[in-house]
C-alpha cells in the first residue's frame, strides 16, 4: 500500500470521477485507475462502485477514506516537522473563519503569511462559529475566527479574545429606519426580519436579546450566509441585526444604532492537541500577546 494510492482514491472520492481525479492529481486517468485497482487487490475489497454514470465508495471504501485521510495527513506532518527542524515552515495551513470577521484583516494577513512561508498550502473554509470551532477541534481546520454571543465561550480548543463590537441594526436605504439616529429593541420587534438559523451562533445573541427584553419577532428569511443576508437586506425583503464593524463594510445597506442592542465577542481558536509548524508561524505572524509557544 503505497501513499500515492491512497492520494488516489481521496481524489477518486472527493470528485466522484476518475477523469476529474486524474486531472487533480496531474496523472494519466489509465494510470490513475491502474493503481486504485492495484490497490483494491492488495485490499480484497472494492472501493468504488463504477458506472457509465456516476462514481461513488463502496462500504469499504467507506470505511477505507477516512483512515487514508489520516495517513496522508501524518505523513504531511512528518515532512513538515522535519523542514521545521532545519528552520522552514512548509504544509498545508487550514483556516476557518466566520463571514462577519472584522478583528482581522484576513485576506491581507493571508497575504502576508503566504509572502513569509510560500511553502505552506493555504485552505480558507468559510462557514458557523460551531461548525468552524468542531472541525478545530477534529484537527480538519488549525486555527478558526469565531463571533459568538458574550454568554458563550468555546469549548474544547485554546481560544484568545480578538475584540468585542456591538451589533447594529441594517436596513435597506429607503427604509423609514434609515432616517433614525438610533432605535431600540422594541421599535426594531414590530419589523420583518431577515437572519441566520435558529440555534447558531450568529442568531442566539440576537434572540437572546429580543427574549430578555420580553419581545418577540418575525424572522421571515433565513439563509447560512451574511453576505447573502445583507444582499437580501438590500432588497427590502427584511431588516437585521450584524456587528457594527462588519456591516460598516457592506455596500447598498445603511447601518442604525441600536440603543440596547447586544454585544458580539470574536474569539481566534486553536487546537489543544498540538499545532503543526504552519500553525504556530501563522499565530506568531498575528502579534497576539500571551499565545504560548508551541511545546518542544
Request: charged letters at 25%; one cysteine or more.
Given at each position: 500500500?503505497e501513499?500515492?494510492?491512497m492520494?488516489?482514491?481521496?481524489?477518486?472520492?472527493?470528485?466522484?470521477?476518475?477523469?476529474?481525479?486524474?486531472?487533480?492529481?496531474?496523472?494519466?486517468?489509465?494510470?490513475?485507475?491502474?493503481?486504485?485497482a492495484?490497490?483494491e487487490?492488495?485490499?480484497?475489497?472494492?472501493?468504488?462502485?463504477?458506472?457509465?454514470?456516476?462514481?461513488?465508495?463502496?462500504?469499504?471504501?467507506?470505511?477505507?477514506?477516512?483512515?487514508?485521510r489520516?495517513?496522508?495527513?501524518?505523513?504531511?506532518?512528518?515532512?513538515a516537522?522535519v523542514?521545521?527542524?532545519?528552520?522552514e515552515?512548509?504544509?498545508?495551513?487550514?483556516?476557518?473563519v466566520?463571514?462577519?470577521?472584522?478583528?482581522v484583516?484576513?485576506?491581507?494577513?493571508?497575504?502576508d503569511?503566504?509572502?513569509?512561508?510560500?511553502?505552506v498550502?493555504i485552505?480558507l473554509?468559510?462557514?458557523?462559529?460551531?461548525?468552524?470551532?468542531?472541525?478545530?477541534?477534529e484537527?480538519?481546520?488549525?486555527?478558526?475566527f469565531?463571533?459568538?454571543?458574550?454568554?458563550?465561550?468555546?469549548?474544547?480548543v485554546?481560544?484568545?479574545?480578538?475584540?468585542?463590537?456591538r451589533?447594529?441594526a441594517?436596513v435597506?436605504?429607503?427604509?423609514?429606519?434609515?432616517?433614525?439616529?438610533?432605535?431600540?429593541?422594541?421599535r426594531?420587534s414590530?419589523e420583518?426580519?431577515?437572519?441566520l438559523?435558529?440555534?447558531?451562533?450568529?442568531?442566539?445573541?440576537?434572540?437572546?436579546?429580543f427574549?430578555?427584553?420580553g419581545?418577540?419577532?418575525?424572522v421571515?428569511?433565513?439563509?447560512?450566509n451574511?453576505?447573502?443576508?445583507?444582499?437580501l437586506?438590500?432588497?427590502?425583503?427584511?431588516?437585521?441585526?450584524?456587528p457594527?464593524?462588519?456591516?460598516?463594510?457592506?455596500?447598498?445597506?445603511?447601518?442604525?444604532e441600536?440603543t440596547?442592542?447586544?454585544?458580539?465577542?470574536?474569539?481566534?481558536?486553536?487546537s489543544?492537541?498540538?499545532?503543526?509548524?504552519?500553525?504556530?508561524?501563522?499565530?506568531?505572524?498575528?502579534?497576539?500577546?500571551?499565545?504560548?509557544p508551541?511545546?518542544?
Amino acid at each position: 500500500m503505497e501513499l500515492q494510492q491512497m492520494r488516489y482514491v481521496v481524489a477518486v472520492a472527493e470528485t466522484n470521477s476518475f477523469t476529474r481525479a486524474a486531472g487533480r492529481c496531474l496523472v494519466v486517468q489509465s494510470a490513475l485507475s491502474h493503481q486504485v485497482a492495484r490497490l483494491e487487490k492488495e485490499l480484497g475489497a472494492r472501493l468504488f462502485e463504477r458506472t457509465s454514470r456516476r462514481v461513488r465508495l463502496t462500504p469499504a471504501g467507506a470505511a477505507f477514506l477516512p483512515v487514508a485521510r489520516q495517513c496522508l495527513d501524518a505523513a504531511e506532518r512528518a515532512a513538515a516537522e522535519v523542514a521545521a527542524a532545519v528552520g522552514e515552515v512548509r504544509g498545508r495551513l487550514a483556516v476557518g473563519v466566520i463571514p462577519s470577521v472584522a478583528a482581522v484583516d484576513i485576506p491581507g494577513t493571508l497575504r502576508d503569511f503566504h509572502r513569509t512561508y510560500p511553502g505552506v498550502r493555504i485552505t480558507l473554509r468559510v462557514g458557523a462559529s460551531e461548525e468552524l470551532a468542531e472541525q478545530v477541534r477534529e484537527g480538519a481546520l488549525d486555527v478558526a475566527f469565531l463571533g459568538l454571543p458574550t454568554t458563550a465561550r468555546p469549548e474544547g480548543v485554546d481560544a484568545r479574545e480578538l475584540a468585542r463590537d456591538r451589533l447594529v441594526a441594517v436596513v435597506a436605504p429607503d427604509h423609514p429606519l434609515a432616517r433614525e439616529p438610533a432605535v431600540d429593541l422594541l421599535r426594531l420587534s414590530s419589523e420583518v426580519f431577515v437572519d441566520l438559523p435558529a440555534r447558531t451562533a450568529g442568531r442566539v445573541q440576537s434572540d437572546q436579546a429580543f427574549e430578555a427584553a420580553g419581545l418577540s419577532r418575525d424572522v421571515a428569511f433565513e439563509v447560512t450566509n451574511a453576505d447573502f443576508l445583507a444582499r437580501l437586506v438590500g432588497q427590502g425583503l427584511g431588516i437585521a441585526l450584524l456587528p457594527s464593524g462588519y456591516a460598516s463594510q457592506l455596500a447598498g445597506i445603511t447601518a442604525v444604532e441600536v440603543t440596547d442592542a447586544p454585544d458580539r465577542v470574536e474569539h481566534l481558536v486553536w487546537s489543544r492537541t498540538g499545532r503543526t509548524p504552519a500553525a504556530t508561524a501563522f499565530l506568531g505572524l498575528l502579534g497576539l500577546p500571551g499565545i504560548p509557544p508551541e511545546p518542544g
